[in-house]
Every structure is written in C-alpha cells, then in structure tokens.
T-cell receptor, first 111, second 112 residues
Framework: EDQVTQSPEALRLQEGESSSLNCSYT??????LFWYRQDPGKGPEFLFT???AGEEKEKERLKATLTKKESFLHITAPKPEDSATYLCAVQAYNTGNQFYFGTGTSLTVIP | EAQVTQNPRYLITVTGKKLTVTCSQNMNHEYMSWYRQDPGLGLRQIYY???????DKGDVPEGYKVSRKEKRNFPLILESPSPNQTSLYFCASRTGGDEKLFFGSGTQLSVL
C-alpha cells in the first residue's frame, strides 16, 4: 500500500533559524513527489514537483530534495510569512490518477 | 484569474438531507477530483474524473456521488449525509500534461 509519512507534525522556529521538514514514502514506482503549502482556511497551493532521486528544486527560501525513500523541504532563514502547513504527496505509475497525501507539517515562524 | 471555485464555503445540514457541493474551474482542465481533509488523516481522494462523462473512485468513495456532464463542472453529491461525513472538502483540477493540482478554497461541511 502506498504511504506517505511527514515529520515532524509541528515545528516552531525563530525567524532566521533554518530547518528541514521530512516526507518519507513507500510507493511502487514513483511517478512524482509534490510539495504543497496550505494556509489556514485555504486550499493547498503547489510548490514543487520532484521526479527522480537526486533532483532538487528551489524557490526563494525553500529547497526540496528527493532520495529513493524520502524528500526534504529545507527552509533557509525563514520569515513569519513562511508559517503554514506543508503537505507532501506522491503519485505512483500504477495508480497514476491518484495522489496520496501526508498529514502535513505545521510550521510556525516566530518573529 | 485562473481558479477553482467551490460553493458553498460553509454548510450545516442534518442527517439524511441530500446536498450538493459545486465545483467549477475556468482553466479548461481535463482532470478534476474531490478530496476530504480530516485531522490526523490528511487529504484523501473521494472521486476523480479524467474528462467529461469519465469518473472513477478514489480511496473513500462510500456515501458520495459525482457527475461530469461539462468539462468545467464537477459537483459532489451526498444523497444521505451522515455525521461521519463531517469534514473539510476540496475540489482540485489539473491539465492532462501537468501533474500540478489547483485546489479550491474548500467547503466545511457539518452533518448533525
């Protein structure tokens, strides 16, 4: 069964304190791994897609990396506006039209 | 503006009273889907549609119906809602050539 596990569940950082969020997955034939940001009262917003081990993507203070078993979302020098829940999702080749989401990491950045 | 629009935003109903949550997208996307989001369980797919008149079950389809008569619309129907369907619902869409999902703002449903 395809599974996605995110850790930690919640993370509090001081402004400027860099850290990483983890997404571990078990899937038969990874087609893609996705990161989304979700603000309170809103739908998830797309951040990155990663397709193969070793791939990296960057956007402002965020950098996503992928290995064969997990993905990391690195946050460098975060700001309070980075506070949100970050969701990870996987798509497998054998179930290509379905996306399996983790439960998310709730990030709070304190000024 | 490209968007996925869900209505209503909030809905309180009683057990057994049929309801429909509407979803519309203005991006000419082929693929549309419905998710429910529950604390500790994350987003779980209810139904999806690859195109007009083509729908398929996701992981938690029991108690729900969908239809795709037009490309832009994908309503979610609860014919006899029960309290265990109290949840936050999201509609999402994507184009066939891109795996990126666009989500609506959500519908918070409470079934009493």
């Amino acid at each position: 069964e395809d599974q996605v596990t995110q850790s930690p569940e919640a993370l509090r950082l001081q402004e400027g304190e860099s850290s990483s969020l983890n997404c571990s997955y078990t899937v038969s034939g990874l087609r893609g791994l996705f990161w989304y940001r979700q603000d309170p009262g809103k739908g998830p917003e797309f951040l990155f897609t990663l397709y193969s081990a070793g791939e990296e993507k960057e956007k402002e203070r965020l950098k996503a990396t992928l290995t064969k078993k997990e993905s990391f979302l690195h946050i460098t020098a975060p700001k309070p506006e980075d506070s949100a829940t970050y969701l990870c999702a996987v798509q497998a080749y054998n179930t290509g039209n379905q996306f399996y989401f983790g439960t998310g990491t709730s990030l709070t950045v304190i000024p | 503006e490209a968007q996925v629009t869900q209505n209503p935003r909030y809905l309180i109903t009683v057990t057994g009273k049929k309801l429909t949550v509407t979803c519309s997208q203005n991006m000419n996307h082929e693929y549309m889907s419905w998710y429910r989001q529950d604390p500790g369980l994350g987003l779980r797919q209810i139904y999806y549609s690859m195109n007009v008149e083509v729908t398929d079950k996701g992981d938690v389809p029991e108690g729900y119906k969908v239809s795709r008569k037009e490309k832009r619309n994908f309503p979610l129907i609860l014919e006899s809602p029960s309290p265990n369907q109290t949840s936050l619902y999201f509609c999402a869409s994507r184009t066939g050539g891109d795996e990126k999902l666009f989500f609506g703002s959500g519908t918070q449903l409470s079934v009493l």
